[in-house]
């Protein structure tokens, strides 16, 4: 059973999940190149390290993902894949037609190529009612060793602007998918690298694995799931083979035989296994684009570090609401242009000391008051709010004038929430402004922006630690907790915890929307509390449940 935890204020607030551990960097390289993973030589661990171990930073688009659940080990060169072995494959479909391979990426994306859009050659039509099939092994058995497969429809194609054609230059494309998929052993994630810092690093992997339903030697498209591992080729050398001219975004593999990707694996994965976060991880390097007519031993694939934004913006984007400009809100000092903001940067943090000790999180709403959690803060003493800590730079504190807790606060339960009336007023700049919060005298537009926090599926976390923020997924709210006979009230919040991001008593839980020409975020929640085990999770409470408690001490 798992731990409740409240989140312990004490220099910095303790993050909740995991424990601390802290390894030296060259002990785990020592560790490392004495035990490689499957494939690799002691020289390519050290280069994927020395590419990866040195930015603090994370990088992954999903954090828990490539994580193999079958037999260790791998069958290759064109034969049948372990089952559970590539749990993150996707069977991309229509209802009379197999399409492509494609990869489950997060639990609403599947990453494939482009060109398995079109339905004619020149791709002048498109294929409409797509669905993504995950979990499938074997395409002519209903059930695989007791696993059923789970088809979700597709609920939009973003194709590449870029994508060409008839050289199959920027051949990569994302389906959302309707429904909110569900993770288990045999649906994962597989990692995508976001952070275009690290091509250089990737370039130097030579060896991939490529896994797909494509046709084998007897000229047929395989009903069981096949890999083979294919090695790196100078794209120079590549187009003597091809006949085809290939440009940097593009990746040139084969085996030097007959044995490499062919049609039908269109879309599907080449991958590595990369050490992340204390574990071998296999990771997506590229998409199966195409090869010769004849499928003799070399193939093209999109390289998938050329395209980090595409992927971070269009999954990112698609949480994003754009919102009408009738909207007002609580304080109209909330909007800002990317440019002003620094694009990614976060104003609005706040930071509760009390002398020199951090004791909480918060967020500025007005130019006068600030929201937290009740938890930690004492009654009577002398709090201070710094503003402006987050840019490194400008910071600027405030003291506090009265501290309001929910009268029906109760530790570790409801209403831990509390309003910090600040003694002056707060001058706004790039770097300092408040978090957009819907008007307190406008019923309708409280209720519009609970709907949209409600639908969205994805919200981000802001904390400390290795990067500042990350997104995460909401939790079902009536089994969270259940087996602590922890009641989780509908003014909270239930999310699964980030890895490697710490949280501190009233991190921010918010959501990003475009409003006009501006983008800004608005709060939706304030973290409470969270528990250690196997699925972590963390209880936010839900500060638009709060509006009607929060408006009179606002108006005073």
Known sequence: MGKLENFVATGHPTFLGKPGVITTYSRSIRYLLQKPSPGMTAVEVFIVLFGFLSHGSSWMLEEDCGEIQGVEGRILNGVDAKILHNPWMALIKTPTEFLCGGTLITRRFVLTAAHCECSNKDCTKKHTDITARLAEYDRSTLVDFGLTYEDFPVEKVYAHKGFVMRNHQNDIALLKLKGIVEYKRQIQPICIPLESRKKSGMAKIMKFTAIGWGKTQSG???????????????????????????????????????????????????????????????????????????????????????????????????????????????????????????????????????????????????????????????????????????????????????????????????????LIELKSVVKYNNLIRPICMPSLTDNKEQQMFQKKADQADRLRVVGWGRWASTMVYRANSSECYQQDHQEIGDKQICVDHPYDLNLGSGSPLVRSFKHGGSEGFTLVGLASFGRHGPRPQDVYTNVLSYLDWIRPLVKQ
């Open 220 to 418: 047929t498209n395989s009903d069981v799931l096949q890999t083979v591992e294919i090695n790196r080729i100078p794209n120079e050398d590549c187009e003597n083979i091809i006949w085809e001219g290939l440009v940097d975004s593009q990746i040139c593999g084969g085996t030097g035989t007959k044995k490499d990707t062919c049609t039908g694996d269109s879309g599907g994965p080449i991958s590595s296994s990369v050490y992340y976060m204390g574990k071998w991880r296999e990771t997506q390097i590229g998409i199966t684009s195409f090869g010769p007519s004849q499928c003799g031993g070399a193939a093209v694939y999109s390289d998938l570090m050329y395209f980090s934004d595409f992927i971070e913006q269009t999954v990112m984007e698609s949480d994003i609401t754009v919102v009408l400009p009738k909207l007002q809100f609580l304080d109209a000092g909330c909007l800002a242009t990317e440019a002003s903001t620094g694009g990614k940067s976060f104003p609005w943090l706040a930071h509760v000391y009390m002398d020199a000790f951090l004791i909480t999180y918060g967020t500025l709403i007005s130019d006068r008051f600030v929201l937290t959690t009740a938890q930690f803060l004492p009654e009577n003493a002398p709090l201070e709010v710094r503003l402006g800590k987050f840019s490194g730079s400008y910071e600027v504190t405030h003291k506090v004038k009265t501290l309001h807790k929910h009268p029906d606060f109760v530790r570790l339960a409801q209403n831990d929430i509390a």
